[in-house]
């Protein structure tokens, strides 16, 4: 079994600047810096769920508006998380979680086997969550299965309250991505695929 799979990945534009450390064999440890509120609660609940350890720092051109810093995020995390697992011998490669949030519940699959895809199901009643953007949410998955060249498919068929559909997102994908990236117990140094390769 190979050792701790880890990654640091720095997405600087005239825009943007993210710096992003992931620890895929973690704890649930984070440290996360944005300057919206809303986001950096998101992303500490997906690495306490997922338990990663993920230390997030981000700047962004928010005198414009929150588009870019939002996207940048979910970009340099989506690459941090395509470093981090290499070549992806011995993982599972395809997670799921249905994760309730009171009223609200959020149904998460995520396949990292290479393949940028982004099925996103999901309406909320204000256009606000916080002082996040709502509808960025959407760019942001969009980016992270870019970056990571992945199927994620993000469906969120009710709930009353906004914090909570975009909470049980943010936890589901963090559990349905520690199933993901997960190495088989049974120690196969092997790529999950028929093709040969990821």
């Known amino acids: ?8 990945v720095r997405r600087e534009t005239s825009q943007t600047l993210v710096d992003v450390e992931l620890k895929i064999e973690g704890t649930g440890r984070y440290m996360i810096e944005s300057p919206i509120g809303f986001l950096t609660h998101m992303l500490e609940s997906f690495a306490r769920h997922g338990r990663f350890d993920l230390s997030v720092a981000t700047q962004g051109d928010l005198d414009v508006d929150q588009h870019h810093t939002v996207e940048d995020t979910g970009a340099a995390l989506g690459a941090a998380f395509d470093q981090a697992l290499g070549n992806r011998l011995g993982i ?15 149904f998460v699959t995520v396949d990292v086997g290479g393949r940028a895809y982004l099925k996103y199901e999901v309406e909320f009643g204000l256009p606000k969550i916080g002082e996040l953007d709502a509808a960025l949410l959407h760019d942001f998955f969009l980016a992270f299965a870019s970056e990571m060249k992945c199927n994620l498919h993000i469906v969120v068929p009710y709930g009353r309250s906004d914090h909570h559909r975009a ?11 520690r199933m993901a990236c997960s190495r088989d117990p049974r120690d196969i140094q092997d790529v999950p695929t028929t093709k040969g390769l990821l």
């Open 1 to 8: 079994m190979e050792g701790f799979r880890s990654s640091r």
């Open 167 to 177: 909470e049980a997102i943010f936890k589901a994908w963090g559990k349905a991505m």
């Open 92 to 106: 599972n490669r395809a997670g799921f979680f249905v994760f309730p949030m009171d009223e609200a519940v959020a």
